[in-house]
């Protein structure tokens, strides 16, 4: 009891360091800087999200950028207004209906989650039944598909020019609230029975059938809230560019998830987070690597994806020397401070004050 | 339940009829028939490749039967996939032990008792609009403790379920599969890899069990020491046929037995059935 007294002070307390963090933060810092702690936030949702498909649930899906495509695009279309929409639609005209929707952009996000739970069950239908690698093979096909409807479907959504002019809506707040729900909702869900069930089909389906559970419904169920957070992140992600296009939701935007999911640990809430950031920075900070380098008398030249290429080393580093990440499928908790404290009392799983 | 001459009256609760179980021209099963009386201790038993675990597969909707039915306390479990078998009252545990092994065994137990929560999943997301679903988690998660401190597993209840030793990881498969309230537990291989000691206590465990949880049990086993010892009715399968049912006595004396476990000309002499029981 006295743990739980402790832990829930220093939850509020590591939640008001974020929040004083998250006030102070856009008077004192560049647009550069505060585009990467967005871009940290809404990857953490999307790597979470990914985190429950693959090491959660033990799906291997390559499909999130597609999701992430249909929540940006659904939630784009939204918000931008009549005007905007008849001016940027140059190749073909917008279809009419899709003219006037307009909604706010709480709804939008909402409803771009929704739409990409509702495609993300479509297609778990027919392909959940596969498993291991065929998964990943068949999801990352239909992500495909995805993109290129979204390239050829123009009276939608413009085809390959993108949309632009999106209004940002957001900012630090947005993001770090939404990654706040999204954590609550994930240590709630994993630290409840339910968790159990979705780590036991992922560990020994036979097993998992034969205690009564409904194995595929549960992978069907995961997969869908999965791609609920694909389809948010996406909007978020959008909503802070101000400009979507296809080409931004190619397999490399899934392999940097995966990358988060996979450097942080399968399974574990903590280890997205952790992923999240190392992954966002380090992907902003290795650009360095892309510029002309003069040493001495040696000028190299910029090669364009470097940082890329030293990423895909890094990842082979990590599954070579520590396959589960960094964190495993453990979680943070305050009795890491605190090593004297009551053993067997579990403490709050709490990715707050990053 | 235990005199042989009650056992007309007793429900059968369990009725296998005419079950084939064809994989291409193998007939991993055939034209089998039997029935297991409500409480009582059933061994399945056959040489190795007899089809015991197939039988076990058929029941539990693993496989589905090429023909014949299989009928549950009057109701039809046959087509039946897995997991609905389970909520029908019917749990099993595995030849080779199939735990959840990067979870603790209290978790392990608490997946069994899922099949009977009534909470939805979503509900403990609100834990105070649904106070209900989250007073039936600390339930399920109390009542789990109980039924592993029941099978002498309560100080291990935060360990990985890996690390327990191979005989413990046997009692918890059986808790867990005790977690999903069973009426019907069928105990594949239970003695596999246990000392004569241990097999001993399992006997005693077994019957415990039946009595406790007022289950029916049917057994697969190879030590004859335990199906003998515990078993009130013994089915004998030989390559997917029937070839002798009966109380343990008839069993042990039965030639037909004999000659499928010890082959045709081997000097059967005094000794019964089990003195040299295979090895698996």
Known sequence: MKTKIRNGILNLLSLGVLVYFLWWAPGNLDGYKLRIINLIAINAILGLSLNLIYGMTGMFSLGHAGFMAIGAYVSALLILTPEQKVTMWILDPIAPWLLNFHTPFIVSLVLAGLAASFLGWLIALPVLRLGGDYLGIATLGFAEIIRILIVNLTPLTNGSLGLKGIPAHTDLWMSYGCLLVVLLFMIRLMKSNFGNVLRAVRDDEIAAKTMGIDTFQTRVLAFVIGCFGGGVGGALMGNLITTIDPKMFMITQTYSLLMVVVVGGLGSITGSVIGSILVTTLLEWLRFVENPVTIGSFHIPGIPGMRMVIFSVLLIVIIIFRREGIMGTREFSWDWFFPTGAPGEKSETKGVGQ | ?280
């Open chain 2, 1 to 280: 339940m235990k005199n042989p001459e009650g056992k007309a009256a007793q429900n059968i609760v369990l009725k296998i009829k005419d079950v084939t179980l064809r994989f291409g021209g193998l007939v991993a099963v055939g034209d089998l028939s039997m029935n297991v009386p409500e409480g009582s201790i059933t061994g399945l038993i056959g040489p190795n490749g007899a089809g015991k675990t197939t039988v076990f597969n058929v029941i539990t909707g693993f496989y589905k039967p090429t023909k014949g039915s299989v009928d549950f306390m009057g109701k039809p479990l046959t087509g039946l996939p897995p997991h609905k078998v389970c909520e029908a009252g019917l749990s099993r545990t595995f030849q080779n032990i199939r735990l959840f092994h990067n979870e603790t065994v209290l978790e392990n137990v608490m997946i069994g008792s899922y099949v009977r929560q009534k909470g939805r999943w979503w509900q403990n997301l609100l834990p105070f609009v649904f106070p209900a679903a989250l007073r039936e988690e600390r339930e399920i998660r109390a009542g789990s403790l109980e039924l592993l401190a029941h099978l002498g597993l309560a100080e291990q209840a935060d360990a990985v379920s890996s690390s327990l030793p191979y005989g413990a990881q046997r009692r918890l498969e059986i808790a867990r599969a005790l977690a999903t309230r069973p009426k019907f537990l069928l105990l594949d291989e239970p003695a596999a890899g246990m000392n004569p000691q241990e097999s001993v206590e399992l006997l005693n465990f077994i019957r415990k069990l039946r009595d406790d949880f007022d289950l029916t049990i049917l057994l697969i086993e190879h030590d004859m020491k335990v199906v003998m010892g515990v078993c009130e009715y013994i089915w004998v399968l030989d390559r997917g046929l029937l070839i002798a049912e009966g109380s343990p006595e008839t069993i042990r004396t039965n030639p037909q037995v004999i000659e499928a476990y010890l082959g045709k000309d081997a000097p059967v002499g005094d000794g019964p059935v089990g003195a040299s029981p295979p090895v698996q």
